[in-house]
Nanobody, 113 residues
Framework: QVQLVESGGGSVQAGGSLKLSCVGS????????MAWYRQAPGKEREWVSD???????NYAASVMGRFTISRDYGKNIVYLQMNSLKTEDTAVYYC???????WGQGTQVTVSA
């Protein structure tokens, strides 16, 4: 059974930091790109960042310079380091993989003023 399980969400004040983790199992995710998406209340899910199987990274303009994606290919883990958090970063954050074909269940991030 293929699974992606996120952790690391929580509540933080604006300007603070959080690090999300996503552990994959049941598949060799090193073969795929992995990504982070988020969905704020009342809004559509949006792409945040991704890292290819070769290591190249991409970021949405809204998080560029504040968020960093990284991977541990051997352990099937993808991270999202989030710094200088803003209230508008409040959302459920989802890990995704392989185009994306696989999704995690999401982890809540709440940023208060």
């Amino acid at each position: 059974q293929v699974q992606l399980v996120e952790s690391g969400g929580g509540s933080v004040q604006a300007g603070g930091s959080l690090k999300l983790s996503c552990v994959g199992s049941g598949y060799a995710f090193s073969r795929c790109g992995m990504a982070w998406y988020r969905q704020a209340p009342g809004k559509e899910r949006e792409w945040v960042s991704d890292q290819s199987k070769s290591g190249s990274t991409n970021y949405a303009a809204s998080v560029m310079g504040r968020f960093t994606i990284s991977r541990d290919y051997g352990k099937n883990i993808v991270y999202l380091q989030m710094n200088s958090l803003k209230t508008e970063d409040t959302a459920v954050y989802y890990c995704a993989a392989c185009s994306p074909k696989y999704w995690g269940q999401g982890t809540q991030v709440t940023v208060s003023a």
